[in-house]
């Protein structure tokens, strides 16, 4: 989920699609290992900020909350 101010809640309804792709794309690209420590979640949380703010030149997105994150063990 993202977070952003009211004005633009609109505008990221609208947008989900992109957003659902930029995860994707930026998970994938993650290290596995890295997500297994809070500091790695924390990571992605603000490397899918960073990529969908950049990808709209827009500081739009505020937050983004991971609620559920399921990795297979090795």
Do not use: C, H
């Not at 930026?26 to 990571?43: F, H, K, V, W």
Request: hydrophobic residues 35%; negative net charge; glycine residues 2%.
């Amino acid at each position: 989920a993202v977070q952003t101010s009211s004005d633009d809640a609109s505008w990221a309804r609208q947008n989900a699609k992109v957003f659902t792709d930029i995860f994707q794309r930026t998970l994938a690209s993650s290290n596995p290992d890295q997500l297994r420590t809070t500091e790695g979640i924390n990571a992605l949380q603000q490397s899918v900020q960073d990529e969908i703010n950049g990808t709209f030149k827009q500081p739009r997105v505020t937050n983004v909350y991971l609620t559920d994150l399921m990795m297979q063990a090795d």
